[in-house]
């Protein structure tokens, strides 16, 4: 699959020793994890560079547009929880569910591809693929970010009007605390623990996301170079980016649960 | 259709009859509340239809979805072909009916997603029983397997195993099924938790019924409803996924139409014909929209404080 059709009987056998496809299944694993643990995921069959190499270099792309994602995300969605639960049952409230619901139910792809639609090809006013400047980054970032936006939005609102009808809320009311200070100091903090759960687990779907949403903006970032590695069957560079994004999102999930112990006093790292 | 058989809510469950099928009168009354919920029923009514869509396609569609007619190509939604016949959603490249395919597609949309639920229903269901009840290494074990799982992004990981297997409808359902598990395990794992500490558990512990009997008749008919919502809700997920993979060219293979595939399809003729790309991507949004709608019906209902 790797060589040319025409290639020798003999050929095959000196790349297949070459490649050590000869030994035992467990011998070639043993050698894949050792090499794993040092960083070197072999040699990328198709561009001859060490396919960690060609990975890192990419990862700084993916980053740049899960972080942009995650930014519009957080931007539009804890206002918009925060102002549906403070005006619950008005207008507001209810425009901002449905686009949550319809935001939650959107396949990435398709936004996508209707972005560009209107964006790109009906008005011409951003470009719909590649990276460089910052309006490059702007419908990949809209589309990878609508799910987690979506999905924040309704987890602020259902945690702030959880919080809004403690005792200690009516307390502060009572007390003649005015209106804004209690919604963003007394009940914020208290709403916002669920919320930084969610955005480290949602780093892993903007992570993962990023395949499709790369694939379709042709950004040249981590997740495209997996899917065009996956289709030459380049598995070493497949392996190093499964394994380099499964790391960063472990380490992300990491910092979350220091983060709690900020956000929450009562929760004591052993 | 009849909602789904649940069971006893858990504040009445203390009777020792635990276990026993769900009494019509209850069905009766969960269906009432569940109908009162606007948004709910027009998420069932909206499934119901695709449901009909896909099961009645041959009868439905009215063209063949496959049948190609290259001097008919690119017609615009509306438009009438050279033989007179109407192509309400316009035709793609190939001159095919896209509303044919459109409704065709809902197959293997519908077949992945009940298949690949199945699947990681059951084994979340065993995993998180399991896991729950006998606590320990047993749970440790469980528990840190589902750390990493979740730790691989799962599109990745999909996409990695179909391209080396090879893509097939089996293929897509065992490995959407098989890495879906964890959510579920999760959620029966912590009831079933509460549930262990219950008195009509310990009754039948004293009563001398063994761990497999007090597992399968006490706590699982309890330990159902949760999920059954993970469930609903997970189904909208799956489609999406498999649309997903369609969309990468990893999924049902052509000539069958997929969604995903129409939508890849469409992408190429974006500057062209909006057509192509817009009707299927609304089909999956009208289709996932409609679960959803449902999903957080069934769960308000069932288990409001269930959070997902």
């Given at each position: 699959?790797?060589?040319?059709?025409?290639?020798?009987?003999?050929?095959?056998?000196?790349?297949?020793?070459?490649?050590?496809?000869?030994?035992?299944?467990?011998?070639?694993?043993?050698?894949?994890?050792?090499?794993?643990?040092?960083?070197?995921?072999?040699q990328?069959?198709?561009?001859?560079?060490?396919?960690?190499?060609?990975?890192?270099?990419?990862?700084?792309?993916?980053?740049?547009?899960?972080?942009?994602?995650?930014?519009?995300?957080?931007?539009?969605?804890?206002?918009?929880?925060?102002v549906?639960?403070?005006?619950?049952?008005?207008?507001?409230?209810?425009?901002?569910?449905?686009v949550?619901?319809?935001?939650?139910?959107?396949?990435?792809?398709?936004?996508?591809?209707?972005?560009?639609?209107?964006?790109?090809?009906?008005?011409?006013?951003?470009?719909?693929s590649?990276?460089?400047?910052?309006e490059?980054?702007?419908?990949?970032?809209?589309?990878?970010?609508?799910?987690?936006?979506?999905?924040?939005?309704?987890?602020?609102?259902?945690?702030?009007?959880?919080?809004?009808s403690?005792?200690?809320?009516?307390?502060?009311?009572?007390?003649?605390?005015?209106?804004?200070?209690?919604?963003w100091?007394?009940?914020?903090?208290?709403?916002?623990?669920?919320?930084?759960?969610?955005?480290?687990?949602?780093?892993?779907?903007?992570?993962?996301?990023?395949?499709?949403?790369?694939?379709?903006?042709?950004?040249?970032?981590?997740?495209?170079?997996?899917?065009?590695?996956i289709?030459?069957?380049?598995?070493?560079?497949?392996?190093?980016?499964?394994?380099?994004?499964?790391?960063t999102?472990?380490l992300v999930?990491?910092?979350?649960?220091?983060?709690?112990?900020?956000?929450?006093?009562?929760?004591?790292l052993? | 259709?009849?909602?789904?058989?649940?069971?006893?809510?858990?504040?009445?469950?203390?009777?020792?009859?635990?276990?026993?099928?769900?009494?019509?009168?209850?069905?009766?009354?969960?269906?009432?509340?569940?109908?009162?919920?606007?948004?709910?029923?027009?998420?069932?009514?909206v499934?119901?239809?695709?449901?009909?869509?896909?099961?009645?396609?041959?009868?439905?569609?009215?063209?063949?979805?496959?049948?190609?007619?290259?001097?008919?190509?690119?017609?615009?939604?509306?438009?009438?072909?050279?033989?007179?016949?109407?192509?309400?959603?316009?035709?793609?490249?190939?001159?095919?009916?896209?509303?044919?395919?459109?409704?065709?597609?809902?197959?293997?949309?519908?077949?992945?997603?009940?298949?690949?639920?199945?699947?990681?229903?059951?084994?979340?269901m065993?995993?998180?029983?399991?896991?729950?009840?006998?606590?320990?290494?047993?749970?440790?074990?469980?528990?840190?397997?589902?750390?990493?799982q979740?730790?691989?992004?799962?599109?990745?990981?999909?996409?990695?195993?179909i391209?080396?297997?090879?893509?097939?409808?089996?293929?897509?359902?065992?490995?959407?099924?098989?890495?879906?598990?964890?959510?579920?395990?999760?959620?029966?794992?912590?009831?079933?938790?509460?549930?262990?500490?219950?008195?009509?558990?310990?009754?039948?512990h004293?009563?001398?019924?063994?761990?497999g009997?007090?597992?399968?008749?006490?706590?699982?008919?309890?330990?159902?409803?949760?999920?059954?919502?993970?469930?609903?809700?997970?189904?909208?997920?799956?489609?999406?996924?498999?649309?997903?993979?369609?969309?990468?060219?990893?999924?049902?293979?052509?000539?069958?139409?997929?969604?995903?595939?129409?939508?890849?399809?469409?992408?190429?003729?974006?500057?062209?014909?909006?057509?192509?790309?817009?009707?299927?991507?609304?089909?999956?949004?009208?289709?996932?929209?409609?679960?959803?709608?449902?999903?957080?019906g069934?769960?308000?209902?069932?288990?409001?404080?269930?959070?997902?």
């Amino acid at each position: 699959m790797l060589l040319p059709p025409d290639a020798s009987a003999e050929d095959v056998q000196k790349f297949r020793e070459v490649m050590g496809f000869n030994d035992p299944f467990i011998v070639q694993y043993g050698r894949f994890f050792l090499g794993a643990l040092r960083g070197d995921f072999g040699q990328s069959v198709r561009h001859g560079e060490p396919a960690f190499n060609l990975v890192i270099e990419r990862m700084p792309a993916t980053f740049e547009l899960s972080g942009a994602a995650l930014l519009v995300a957080l931007c539009l969605a804890i206002p918009a929880g925060i102002v549906s639960a403070v005006r619950r049952n008005t207008v507001i409230d209810y425009i901002s569910t449905v686009v949550a619901l319809l935001g939650q139910s959107m396949p990435t792809f398709w936004l996508g591809i209707m972005l560009i639609l209107v964006f790109s090809v009906q008005f011409n006013l951003l470009p719909s693929s590649g990276r460089g400047t910052l309006e490059h980054l702007v419908l990949p970032a809209i589309t990878l970010g609508l799910f987690t936006t979506a999905r924040i939005t309704r987890l602020t609102r259902s945690g702030m009007l959880e919080v809004l009808s403690q005792d200690y809320i009516r307390t502060a009311r009572a007390k003649g605390v005015s209106d804004p200070p209690v919604v963003w100091k007394h009940a914020l903090k208290n709403a916002a623990i669920p919320i930084v759960t969610i955005v480290g687990i949602e780093l892993g779907t903007l992570l993962g996301g990023s395949v499709i949403t790369e694939t379709i903006f042709a950004w040249p970032g981590v997740g495209r170079l997996s899917v065009q590695a996956i289709y030459n069957r380049d598995y070493p560079v497949v392996q190093a980016a499964v394994f380099l994004l499964s790391s960063t999102f472990v380490l992300v999930n990491l910092v979350v649960d220091v983060l709690y112990t900020y956000l929450d006093p009562r929760i004591r790292l052993r | 259709m009849d909602p789904a058989p649940i069971s006893v809510p858990l504040s009445r469950a203390v009777d020792l009859s635990a276990g026993r099928a769900p009494a019509p009168r209850e069905w009766a009354l969960f269906a009432r509340r569940l109908a009162r919920r606007r948004t709910a029923l027009f998420g069932l009514v909206v499934v119901m239809i695709v449901v009909v869509a896909a099961l009645g396609a041959s009868w439905i569609a009215g063209y063949d979805p496959t049948e190609q007619d290259i001097t008919n190509r690119l017609r615009a939604p509306g438009s009438q072909d050279a033989a007179g016949r109407a192509h309400l959603f316009g035709t793609d490249h190939l001159g095919r009916d896209i509303l044919a395919r459109m409704i065709f597609g809902a197959r293997p949309a519908l077949m992945v997603g009940f298949a690949a639920v199945a699947i990681s229903g059951v084994l979340g269901m065993m995993v998180g029983l399991l896991s729950g009840y006998f606590g320990g290494w047993i749970d440790d074990v469980f528990m840190r397997l589902a750390d990493v799982q979740l730790a691989f992004p799962f599109i990745l990981l999909a996409i990695a195993v179909i391209g080396v297997l090879g893509p097939s409808l089996p293929v897509i359902i065992v490995v959407i099924g098989v890495s879906s598990w964890v959510v579920y395990a999760r959620v029966v794992r912590g009831a079933v938790l509460s549930l262990r500490e219950r008195e009509f558990v310990q009754a039948a512990h004293a009563l001398g019924s063994r761990d497999g009997r007090v597992l399968l008749r006490h706590i699982l008919p309890n330990a159902f409803t949760p999920w059954l919502v993970v469930a609903t809700l997970d189904m909208a997920r799956v489609i999406v996924i498999e649309s997903a993979l369609s969309f990468l060219g990893l999924g049902v293979q052509p000539p069958t139409p997929t969604w995903g595939g129409m939508l890849a399809d469409g992408r190429v003729y974006i500057s062209t014909a909006w057509w192509l790309a817009t009707f299927p991507g609304l089909a999956i949004l009208v289709t996932v929209l409609g679960i959803n709608l449902f999903g957080d019906g069934l769960r308000d209902t069932l288990d409001p404080r269930l959070k997902l």
